[in-house]
């Protein structure tokens, strides 16, 4: 099903050509000014968005992922995270070991719990975490350095990755802790010098 929409996702990118900043997000809405903040190449971030959709079609196939789990795939520079809940803890590790063979993938950081989906107002919770913290990060770091950082909340844990040095990391990181609904940080950043 998601590999049917991939060449949907990429046909105006690659309709655009290299010159034109463009870049297509799950919800298939262009955003213009996130290849020119962003770290990655465009290469890089299409592999990205590849990888999510490959990993979000292995569990379309898999009727015990498919029809008990909540899962999140959300890939930055060829690190995967994996985040939400899933039946067993063999379905998971399953998941990440499929996961991690697809191509461009660097590393699987398997952050799947074992449990009962979580309520809808649990996720309503943790978008509106993942808001407040992008929107402070993006009005309180220097340098557009909140615009090179993807954040995911799950279950109040919220997951931040990025292409940044340790500096970066430490700014990022001290906003994310005085944010309402932040209960945990967990860093997958990839560190540059």
């Known amino acids: 099903m998601y590999r049917a929409l991939l060449p949907l996702l990429l046909a105006p990118l ?3 050509g290299c010159a034109a900043p463009v870049a297509i997000g799950l919800g ?10 962003d770290r990655r190449t465009a290469g890089v971030m299409l592999d990205d968005e590849r990888i999510e959709l490959n990993t979000l079609d292995i569990v379309a196939r898999d009727p015990l992922l498919r029809d008990n ?3 999140n795939a959300t890939c930055y520079n060829g690190q995967l995270l994996l985040t939400g809940e899933v039946p067993t803890q063999q379905s998971g590790d399953q998941l990440a070991t499929q996961a991690a063979r697809l191509q461009r993938v660097t590393v699987v950081k398997n952050a799947l719990t074992v449990g009962p989906v979580s ?8 978008s509106a975490t ?10 309180e ?4 350095l909140g615009r090179h950082i993807k954040v995911v909340t799950e279950g109040g844990t919220v997951y931040m990755m ?12 001290e906003v994310a802790r005085t944010t309402a609904g932040v209960q945990r940080i967990v860093k997958v950043f990839e560190y540059q010098p």
């Open 14 to 16: 690659l309709l655009a």
């Open 141 to 144: 770091l220097d340098g557009g």
């Open 69 to 71: 789990s909540h899962i």
């Open 119 to 126: 309520p809808s107002a649990t996720r309503t919770a943790d």
């Open 162 to 173: 990025g292409l940044v040095s340790r500096v970066e990391a430490a700014q990022a990181v």
């Open 28 to 37: 298939g809405i262009a955003a213009g000014t996130v290849v020119a903040t």
């Open 130 to 139: 993942t808001s407040r913290l992008k929107s402070r990060m993006v009005s």
